[in-house]
């Protein structure tokens, strides 16, 4: 009883801690990871001593940067990649490689550190903070601009880089432990071997799985299917003894232009984000805060540094890519500190016997101290950078980014088929969403691209890009969004007009002060279209049956307007059109 009693002692202090400081950084502008390194700094062994074993709460941690790695692999969809191929490939390659050489010289020349120990702490601090840099992008609206896609174009090569970084310090290893390994021969062989494996089951276990699981409508299974595949991939990994998150990454980019991908994205986010912020708590408690007390100068002066070359260094290399040297400012004053990404290469380093436990605990420090300079340096710098943000915004209005919906179009079945084909008819980006595997099977023969999902969801029509849409059309059968949930997702996406297909007019009642643009009636223009064919086979002028077809829009216009306004489908019954002879209604009241 004492082991869940401990376990629930310290998850609830490890929360409350984490809710009151990140809540408070991010109330500054600092940024939830120093909020989460500070409350794990706070509650830990060095300071309240309210929670302890930091260390088997980074074993459970660690699964946050498996995860994110996989959600990065989802990113990877070949026709992104081969657009981003230039930046990715130039701009990130050299930024890494130029940074850490940069700041391994640095380490070398002004410390004591040996050769080894500076290659193993200089090549993590080349990397930035995808968790601070991003969300500042999204906050400023830039995300989606020819800057930000540069930024990300680097993050994303950070993010690889992660792979090769473990493989260097596991060759410069001194660990006796690490004695028996295999040569590296072998060593790349089961990797190779292991790559091919894991491709060979996205395609044919894993896509399988996930359409057996759509098929059933059991979305807890997704989610299990989902954290199944990461915690699988990685298994198998640990097992030939390669990197964990080289398996969950390879998992992403095999799922990643699956039509699973959206609803794949939505299921693993709130565990990474929960895992994430556990590893920087974690990483909080494990600084050790005597040796940065004993050695304040140092800690300083070396996340001085850090910023300052790695700034020098992003800052020339986007000028050689024909920046402006305002955005190449940015550039580099953006990815300026280090990531939280160092923190896992400096526990691999120690485990190495490169570094001893204090310096894993200075550098670490250090990077917490860079990540704080951010916020500041970009606000300082903001008039310099004013003109670039300006003209970034107004190439941003010339159009939707190809890789994200211009439209999104949730129901792909014969209604949202011709919405999305006459959107797309007008050169307009669309997203497609639906929860019919059969549908989604039918127009990928097609070639048309469905994302399996429930598009009702928030979460579904965030991944699915809602927030850089500027339509959003819900297009599915029967009653599904009422007004409060139409209104939700109106406060979650304002900038996009929402259209809605409606089954009949009671369904068009109910919407009274709903946010949607546009009510479509699904049956309406099709039945007037018909009884037009009909009346012209009858032998009726064109030009009564334009005064008959405006006669009735007139009506039915009226009376469904005095409907919304009473919230009552009996009201304006006089309105309606009755037959000559018996002067009875002839419409349904809903239809």
Known sequence: MNQPSSMLHDGFLLLGFAMVFVLAFRRAGLGATLGYLVAGAVVGPQVLGLVGEADQKMGIAELGITLLLFLVGLELNPSRLWRMKRDILGLGLLQVVLCGAGVAAMIALGTDFSATAAIA???PLALSSTAQVLPMLQASGRLRTPFGERTFAILLFQDLSIIPMITIIGVLSRNPANADAPPGWQQALYTVLAIAGLILAGRYLIRPLFRLIGNLGEREMFVVAALFTVMASAALMETLGLSTALGAFIAGVMLADSPYRHELEADVEPFRSILLGLFFLAVGMMLDLHAIAERPLFVATMALALVGIKAL????IGLAFRMTWRGALALGLLLSQGGEFGFVLFTQAQNANLIAPEAASLFGAIVTLSMATT??????????????????????RQGPSADHAHALVVGYGRFGQTVAQMLMASDLSVTMVDTDVEMIDVAQGYGAKVYFGDGTRLDILRQAGAEEAALIMFCMDGDQMSAGALEAVQQAFPNAAIFLRAYDRRAVVRLKGSPARGVVREVMESAIKMARLALNES???EEAIKRAEDMYRARDKERLKIQIEAGDLRAARDRIITSPQSHAPLSPAGE
């Open 313 to 316: 260094v992003i800052f020339l």
């Open 375 to 396: 916020p500041f340096l970009m606000a300082l710098t903001k008039p310099l950078r004013a003109d670039p943000v300006k003209s970034g915004k107004s190439r941003e």
């Open 539 to 541: 032998g009726v002028s």
């Open 121 to 123: 702490l200089g090549l």
